[in-house]
Structures are given as structure tokens and as C-alpha cells.
């Protein structure tokens, strides 16, 4: 094994490379803030909840339309050509005649409510499906930021493996050359050899995988920033998790619980399905509407021939609902069932609210320790691999402890920079349950990331 004491100083700098490469910064990067703008303006999932909020915001203004007065407008003109028979005892036979005459009809209606219960209940529940529309926006305002930031990093975590796997394969390479000049002067083995060559083998499919998995990450990126994504700022090495969450898990529960968008969203679906039952109900209730028309006609009819008729008339006319074959009774069981339902839909939200919470509070949380735990890890692994390799120039260890000892620090890396990223998503989802996120959150992130 004196042979495979000359391990050449580029194996040694390109394990070392690799940390590097997870870190280090690229020319013309799309900052995080860049990405989070542009998904503002270009994702369709949130373009989506803009249109559904602008929506919403018409269900105030039809409620209301209900109470306010109503005003139509008729006209009409016929062509009327009548068969008319004239009977008198005095005359042998009928006289028939067939008059032609022209006839017109314009009217004018105001009509206003002045007792109509369904229409109240529909107002207050336009209210309801308004401020719902707009909670509903902030919650797919914070999901947006979540979605930038998820995929910003899932796409860094990528070409984090690729460059990896890059650097894993050119190692696996160097090593087989090396393994061949000492195998051709008879100081190696084939044993080493072959180890090298199976690592090798396998680098190679990783580095495949890895390059596929970058290019699908990329295209997730871009499809919700709307625009080819360029180079990504990369998360600076002097990144220490720890910094951005301060508090226990009881007191962010109960900020969302009394701040969490979503929650409020089936709150006020609970309160919507509460005045539906009112508006059914409202379906046993007279209505009464005050009614004013100016209406004018010229030959309406044969009886009215060669004659215009002006009419102004101001009423009240009240309707009395009496038997509706059962309907209302069912529609009301039916919204009660319903009324259930959304109060059963807010536990259901508010348990599994509080289940997120704690596992980003809990991710924050172990993530001081994991990240702490992993640098370490690296270190150790670096430190491992040189050690291995003065150890194998003693003839202590051989061929396969080296490749071990790579494999190991490039697996530490990965884990590290993946720990990494799942931290600074743990704490925007744990703002986003408990408030509102937006550019100054990701802003707060971004300026952990360098060019």
C-alpha cells in the first residue's frame, strides 16, 4: 500500500472546494427582493386572489342594491289589426268589421322597500363576503411570499447539489487516475481501483439527477416571478440561524390565533352561514314596497281606440307569502346543517393552525442546534478527510477510507446548507401564521443572501 501514500494536493483542493462552491456568490444574481416584486406582479396563483378580491368587494354593493330604491322604464308600440263583430237585435245580422290601428305604451316605475327582511339579511351577509374577500387576499398575499421564498431556496438547494455532485464526480476521477498511474508502476491495487470506480459510477447518476432536479427548481422559480430567474444570490457563509424568532411557543399561538388571517376567514364564513339561515327565514315574512308609476298609452286597447290615456299612481303593495310546498322549512334545516358545518370548519382550522405553528416554532427551534451540530459535522469531516489521507501515507488506512471520508463531507454540506434554507422558511411561515408578510420581512431575509 506505499503507493497510495502520493495523494496529489489537487484531491485535497477540490474536497475543499466544495463548501465554497455551496457559498459562493455569482455575477448579475436575481436578489431575493427582485423575485418577491416580480412575483407580486407576475404570479398567476396570486393574480388569481387579486381578481377574487376585487370580486368580493362587489358583494357589499349588490346586498345594499336590495334596500335602495329600483326605477324601470317600458315601451312598447303594436301594430293591432282586430276582428270586431257589432251584435244589435235591431239588425238582421252581426256587422263585422276589421279595424287597424296603431297603439303605444310607455311607463315609469319607482319602486322602494320599505319592509323586506330577506334584503337586510343579504346586505349584512355582502359585508360579510366582502371583508372575508379581503382576509382571504392577505392570506394569499402571505402564501405568495412563502411560495417566493420556498422556491428561491428549493432552487438554491439545487444547484447546491449539482455543485456537489460536480465536485463529488471530478474527486471520484482524480482519485481513479490516480489508482491507475499506481496501479501501472505496481504499487497500487485493483482492489482500489474498483472502489474508486463503483464511487465513481454512482457520482456520475447523482450528477445526472442533480443537474435534472436544478432545471425543474428553476422552472418552478420562474413560473411564479414570471421571467427567466438569471443567477440566485447565494445565503452568505457568515449566516448564524438564531436571529430572526424570539419567543415561546405559547405566545406565538396565541398571536395566531387572534391575528391569524386565515382563522378569520372561517370566522366570518361561520357568521356568513348564520345569516343565511336569517335570510331563509326571512322567506315566512311579508314584504312591503312602496310603488310609484307615471304611465301614458295611446289606443292600448280596441276599448281605448282614439283615445290617451295619462295615469300617475303612488301605492304601497304588500305580498304575503302563504304555502311554498315545504321549501323554506327544508332551505332553513339545510342552512342550520350548513351553520354546523362552518363552525366545525373553524375548530378544524383553528387545531390544525396551531399543529403548523408548532412545527415551524419547533423547526426555528432545533434548527439553532441542527445548523450548530452540522457546521461542526463539516469541520469534523474536512478534518477527517486530511487525517485520512496522512494516514493512508503512513500505510494506516487505505484507498475506501478516503473515499468514505469524502462522501461523508459532502453529505455534511448538503445537510448543512439544507438545514440552512428550511430554517429561513420556518420563519416566514411562522410570521405568516400569525400576521401579515410582506416586503419587509422578505427584505430582513434577503439581506443574508450576497451577490
Not at 330 to 338: I, K
Not at 380 to 387: E, G, I, P, Q, V
Amino acid at each position: 500500500m506505499s503507493a497510495t501514500r502520493r495523494i496529489p494536493a489537487r484531491l485535497r483542493a477540490l474536497a475543499v472546494a466544495a463548501a465554497a462552491l455551496v457559498v459562493a456568490g455569482q455575477a448579475g444574481a436575481v436578489t431575493l427582493q427582485q423575485a418577491y416584486e416580480a412575483a407580486l406582479k407576475n404570479d398567476p396563483t396570486y393574480r388569481m386572489g387579486i381578481q377574487a378580491n376585487e370580486a368580493a368587494k362587489e358583494n357589499r354593493i349588490l346586498g345594499r342594491s336590495q334596500l335602495l330604491p329600483s326605477v324601470s322604464a317600458s315601451y312598447s308600440r303594436n301594430k293591432n289589426v282586430v276582428d270586431q263583430e257589432l251584435t244589435d237585435p235591431r239588425l238582421p245580422a252581426p256587422i263585422l268589421s276589421h279595424p287597424r290601428y296603431a297603439s303605444t305604451s310607455a311607463a315609469l316605475q319607482l319602486r322602494q322597500s320599505i319592509l323586506n327582511l330577506d334584503a337586510v339579511q343579504r346586505y349584512r351577509q355582502g359585508k360579510v363576503q366582502t371583508e372575508a374577500g379581503a382576509e382571504q387576499f392577505k392570506v394569499d398575499t402571505n402564501e405568495v411570499a412563502v411560495r417566493v421564498l420556498t422556491a428561491y431556496l428549493d432552487a438554491l438547494f439545487a444547484e447546491d447539489q449539482l455543485a456537489l455532485s460536480r465536485v463529488q464526480r471530478d474527486m471520484y476521477a482524480e482519485q481513479q487516475k490516480v489508482n491507475e498511474r499506481l496501479f501501472e508502476k505496481g504499487e497500487g491495487t485493483r482492489t482500489d481501483m474498483l472502489e474508486t470506480k463503483a464511487r465513481l459510477d454512482l457520482a456520475e447518476a447523482q450528477l445526472i439527477e442533480a443537474q435534472d432536479q436544478a432545471v425543474v427548481q428553476r422552472n418552478v422559480l420562474e413560473g411564479i416571478i414570471g421571467g427567466p430567474a438569471g443567477k440566485l444570490d447565494q445565503l452568505s457563509e457568515a449566516f448564524r440561524v438564531g436571529d430572526l424568532i424570539q419567543g415561546s411557543f405559547e405566545e406565538w399561538s396565541k398571536r395566531a390565533i387572534d391575528n391569524s388571517h386565515e382563522l378569520q376567514v372561517a370566522r366570518l364564513g361561520v357568521e356568513n352561514a348564520r345569516l343565511e339561515i336569517g335570510r331563509i327565514k326571512a322567506g315566512h315574512a311579508p314584504r312591503i314596497d312602496f310603488v310609484a308609476t307615471y304611465s301614458k298609452g295611446d289606443n292600448e286597447t280596441i276599448n281605448t281606440l282614439n283615445q290617451d290615456n295619462l295615469n300617475r299612481s303612488l301605492g304601497v303593495q304588500i305580498n304575503f307569502p302563504i304555502y311554498q310546498g315545504g321549501a323554506i322549512n327544508a332551505q332553513t334545516r339545510q342552512a342550520a346543517a350548513n351553520y354546523e358545518r362552518a363552525r366545525a370548519d373553524l375548530d378544524a382550522r383553528t387545531d390544525k393552525l396551531l399543529v403548523e405553528v408548532r412545527r415551524a416554532h419547533s423547526l426555528v427551534q432545533s434548527s439553532v442546534r441542527k445548523v450548530d451540530a452540522l457546521v461542526k459535522a463539516t469541520e469534523s469531516a474536512k478534518l477527517l478527510m486530511t487525517a485520512t489521507e496522512q494516514s493512508i501515507k503512513g500505510g494506516v488506512r487505505i484507498n475506501l477510507d478516503l473515499l468514505n471520508a469524502q462522501q461523508q463531507l459532502f453529505i455534511g454540506q448538503r445537510d448543512l446548507a439544507q438545514a440552512r434554507y428550511a430554517y429561513l422558511i420556518a420563519v416566514l411561515r411562522l410570521r405568516a401564521f400569525t400576521g401579515e408578510v410582506g416586503s419587509e420581512d422578505i427584505r430582513a431575509i434577503a439581506a443574508y443572501f450576497r451577490s
